[in-house]
DNA sequence: TGATCTTTCGAACGAACGTTCGACCAATTC
DNA sequence: GAATTGGTCGAACGTTCGTTCGAAAGATCA
């Protein structure tokens, strides 16, 4: 008999599951990876998963799911209180670099088999993954009315945001390259600023001073 | 025997073949995808196609070693003659993003299976991939001396850029987003001044009038 | 017409795939 | 001590995989 309601012991041992196959998948694929592998890695024999687990889209789905949730959740409660616009932008690649840089096979396997579900499994992340653009987007608006942000389709500068954050996984080395503060902050600076130097860059908040210089974090050894 | 000369009917079957390899390889992923899948909808039988390829890992090879020698290629000529950094970096971008929109299949096996090639091949892959990455990071330092760019780390300044960039696959629909002119444009401008409206833009050129507003191009509709 | 070379393919190879089944063991309950 | 329950797994299922092989069909030139 399959599980019906989880034991103690019986959910850790699939978390032990999930968290395997994510590192399986985030080195051969979903489709390159075999349920063999996951087996091996695992330490559990081939048909002792299907306890578990009703297939391999349903293992593919498990971490998507808990991993998006878990990344969404910790925004919304990082943003909470936080009212300015800039600030609020700030909190959203911190929060979403600091979990990719924390947690890089699952995150991995969410930038990377982003295609790889199918039917309502498909969807219920796809729903998540809908309420986490959309608060990303309700944050880009937000910087229009104080009459800060350009003209600019919100659509391509959010997903160029993300994509921005998201293409880590494919260069970022956690030996050679800036950890998650610095990282972060370079990044909101490039969205928000750009690269190039006109004047002088606008504060972090709205001090006495409006042409403070950029933090410590923000300038990053080349 | 295997091809071993290509007459011009070979060649020109063999490029047959890789477009529609280009588009299994698309649809599927490359691991998800069988040579069955390729021999299918190119028209050629199964065991026909090894008369012009060796490998199934040879028809990925050929399509990434073409495209990013096409694409390098049009870099290289469309950076002839001109000096300026932001105007190299503003064809750069634009150079990407339409060869982006105009093969969009063979662009996204480029971007999304580039861990599955191996060995030589990997190595051949890599290697322009080098040199495309150093004309990028060359174009960005050449930022600097002007006494423009910021104090941000190259590599990640420049790796951000191409997330931004090849993160398109994923969410560009041609109907709906903006095409290659106004996209390249939003893009150059997002990483060159960002999404804030601090005092002015820089102009595209040195021109007379520092204070010129922005291009239509740029001013995307919401 | 016959010889040579290029191109095509049906049939089969062994290996690997996701999934299922029924037997088994250890602990708990009566 | 018999029955029940939660957990485990070896063996096998039918299918699909990438690749090979030898025969044969078409083209080219003697």
Same mark, same amino acid.
């Not at 229009?144 to 389709?153: E, F, V």
């Not at 750009?194 to 006109?198: I, S």
């Given at each position: 008999m399959p599980r019906a309601v989880e034991s103690e012991q019986s959910s850790q041992k699939l978390e032990i599951i999930l968290r395997h196959a994510a590192q399986v998948f985030a080195d051969k694929g979903y489709e390159g990876a075999s349920i063999r592998d996951i087996s091996r890695s695992s330490r559990v024999s081939l048909s002792g998963l299907y306890y578990y687990v009703k297939s391999k889209q349903e293992i593919l789905y498990l971490i998507q799911l808990s991993t998006f949730r878990t990344i969404l959740a910790r925004l919304q409660a990082a943003l909470?209180?936080?009212?300015?616009p800039s600030e609020r932008l700030r909190i959203l690649v911190h929060n979403h670099l600091a979990y990719f840089l924390e947690h890089p096979t699952e995150m991995k396997v969410l930038a990377h088999e982003d295609d790889a579900l199918e039917g309502a499994y498909r969807q219920e992340v796809a729903e998540i993954k809908r309420k986490y653009y959309g608060i990303a987007v309700e944050i880009f608006e937000a910087l229009?009315?104080?009459?800060?942000?350009?003209? &600019? $389709?919100s659509r391509v500068a959010v997903l160029s945001l993300f994509g921005m954050m998201n293409w880590i996984h494919t260069w970022h080395r956690p030996q050679r390259d800036p950890q998650a503060e610095a990282l972060s902050e370079a990044m909101s600076r490039m969205f928000l600023h750009?690269?190039? $130097?006109?004047r002088s860059p606008v504060a972090?908040?709205? &001090?006495? $001073?409006?042409r403070a210089r950029e933090t410590r974090a923000a300038r990053i050894a080349v």
């Open positions: 909470r209180g936080v009212r300015d229009q009315p104080a009459g800060q942000a350009r003209g &600019l $389709n750009g690269v190039m $130097n006109e972090r908040r709205p &001090l006495p $001073n409006t």
